[in-house]
């Protein structure tokens, strides 16, 4: 990946950590987008392609895929101590809130309010995810293929109930020899 940031200092490995922690804080439901505001539209740490390259291969990677963006853009701008410090920003405190709210709403799941809270949480989640996955496309709008290739993902996983795995799998052949025949090659 070509880094097309303006500025040729390095990133600390603090703003790293924090703009991560800001992922992890208010990107309640969706990461990605957060991720995605905080990498691309703020801080100009890569462009929209970049980010979209970079979420493509987290989809095939074990975890959680905001996770792995951390340590995909940690490891793009610094290297194995970038991708340490996302990662830790987005682990580390996030994590322990997460852990004491989770144990929270185990105590009280069977509060109807809570219930009704969590569902409206979980309504918000979906929108957000549906708005990063166009946005994901973004990048790709001039691509038929890519068009093709996400609405069989989608319908894949939505209507049919694919497991996700098998539709990743079966996307990723036609969108790589879609997408690799749009690109200019390295030199």
């Known amino acids: 990946m070509v880094n097309d940031r303006q500025s040729t200092e390095p990133v600390s490995l603090a703003s790293l950590f924090?703009?991560?922690?800001?992922v992890a804080l208010f990107g309640a439901g969706s990461g990605i987008v957060w991720a995605h505001r905080v990498a691309?539209?703020?801080?100009s740490w890569l462009s929209e392609e970049e980010f979209a390259d970079i979420l493509s291969?987290?989809?095939?990677?074990?975890?959680?895929?905001?996770?792995?963006?951390?340590?995909c853009v940690g490891a793009h701008l610094r290297g194995a101590f970038?991708?340490?410090?996302?990662?830790?920003?987005?682990?580390?405190?996030?994590?322990?809130?997460?852990?004491?709210?989770?144990?929270?709403?185990?105590?009280?799941?069977?509060?109807?309010?809570?219930?009704?809270?969590?569902?409206?949480?979980?309504a918000a989640a979906a929108g957000l995810l549906i708005a990063a996955g166009s946005r994901m496309l973004t990048p790709h709008r001039k691509r038929w293929l890519a068009w093709i290739?996400?609405?069989?993902?989608?319908?894949?996983?939505?209507f049919t109930k694919l497991p996700l795995l098998l539709v990743l799998f079966g996307a990723a052949l036609p969108g790589i020899g879609g997408t690799a025949s749009g690109r200019p090659r390295p030199q």
């Open 18 to 22: 924090f703009a991560f922690l800001k």
């Open 40 to 43: 691309v539209e703020q801080r």
């Open 82 to 122: 970038g991708a340490l410090a996302a990662t830790a920003g987005f682990v580390l405190i996030p994590g322990t809130i997460g852990f004491s709210l989770g144990i929270f709403c185990l105590q009280y799941a069977h509060f109807v309010l809570l219930q009704h809270i969590l569902a409206g949480m979980s």
């Open 57 to 71: 291969l987290c989809q095939f990677m074990p975890g959680p895929n905001v996770v792995g963006i951390a340590v």
């Open 149 to 158: 290739t996400a609405t069989l993902a989608f319908t894949g996983v939505v």
